[in-house]
């Protein structure tokens, strides 16, 4: 397990910046921790880019973020500690001194490296082969 960073929205944010924010992030697969501060301790709902986008779409750019995914109703995974985030589940909140840090999520797939044959195989694919227009220095 390993922790990955987030993008913190707070649940008083209204829809419309919280749309422009989420433009330009960099992968839909960012994790996005929408923060709800009610009661003694915030409660922390864990979406991804493109799930809070989705969820977004059909609300006026004036609605909280937590009327517009109906976050009073949504049961949130509690926080962990960087300790004991080995041992959480993946899309928990890891927090630090009361701050949020991240969350917990799967180890990266390891990526297999190219061997000897994979370069072969590569180049009996290329189209160096096929005929190239004249304009590229073929006979055409």
Same mark, same amino acid.
Do not use: C
């Given at each position: ?18 749309? /422009?924010? @989420?433009? #330009?992030? +960099? ?8 923060? !709800?501060?009610?009661?003694? %301790?915030? $409660? ?24 517009? /995914?109906? @976050?009073? #109703?949504? +049961? ?8 004991? !985030?080995?041992?959480?589940? %993946?899309? $928990? ?30 180049? +009996? ?16």
């Amino acid at each position: 397990m390993r922790i990955e960073s987030v993008i913190a929205i707070d649940a008083a944010d209204t829809v419309g910046p919280t749309r /422009l924010r @989420l433009l #330009t992030a +960099a992968s839909s697969r960012l994790p996005v921790v929408v923060v !709800a501060r009610t009661g003694e %301790a915030p $409660s922390y709902h864990v979406f991804d880019v493109a799930t809070l986008q989705a969820a977004m779409t059909s609300h006026l750019s004036a609605t909280p973020l937590r009327d517009a /995914l109906d @976050l009073a #109703t949504t +049961a949130a995974p509690g926080p962990v500690s960087k300790h004991d !985030a080995k041992a959480a589940p %993946a899309g $928990s909140p890891v927090v630090e001194n009361g701050r949020l840090i991240g969350v917990v999520a799967d180890d990266l797939p390891e990526i297999k490296e190219f061997t000897e044959a994979d370069m072969a195989r590569g180049d +009996a694919t290329s189209d160096t082969k096929r005929r190239r227009p004249k304009w590229l220095g073929g006979k055409d």
